[in-house]
């Protein structure tokens, strides 16, 4: 990914540009970390504090999560695939096998993190493996970020934020929206344009905090 043919308010491809599910298929088992991985990382390290108690949703390799530790956080890593559950336990972290918030406790965490999965994919062309489940995010490249939305503000402590990664593909408008409609304040904390997108980081707080 990098700088490319976007809308003129860098929101989003033009037409056919938009990259294929099969075009990011990169390992068969686990996403491994990329530009959107990094970027989360990055954005959310700078705003964690030492001590503060950090949920890691869709760990993946467990790349986030190991920099939210690094930066003094006490973290669990969550992932529905056991594969990447085992990934991220071999970097020493406390995993959850998981689908989004369920099993977690009310007013848990101080810092949540989601790398979604968001690329915007035809149901004719998923392949029903891991792979996908970790990149595909339906027809309109919110099947998991709405979900994560509607019950975030319960996990949250009051005084918590979660930093979400969201693509251009995804209708960022859209994932606002869905953030105001649960109680939930949405704020831009980093962006970076590539080739087909443009991914920002929204820090998610509950509304008046």
Known sequence: MSDGDENSDGEGPQGGDRPSLADRRETPDVYQPAEDSHLLATAARERVSAGD???DVGTGSGYVASALADAGATVVASDLNPAACEQAAERGLPVVRADLLGPF???????????????????????????????SGGEDGRAAIDPFLDDLDRVLAPDGA???????????????????????TA????????????????RLSLAGE
């Open 187 to 202: 704020t831009e904390v980093d962006r970076e344009s590539h080739p087909f997108e443009t991914l920002l980081v929204l």
């Open 162 to 184: 979660a930093y979400l990664l969201v693509s251009s593909l995804t209708d960022p408008d859209a994932v606002r929206e869905r953030a105001t409609a649960n109680g939930l």
């Open 53 to 55: 108690r950090a949920l």
């Open 105 to 135: 406790r009310d007013g848990a965490f101080d810092v949540v993190t989601f790398n979604p999965p968001y690329l915007p994919t035809d149901p004719d062309n998923e392949w029903g493996d891991w792979m996908e489940r970790a990149l």
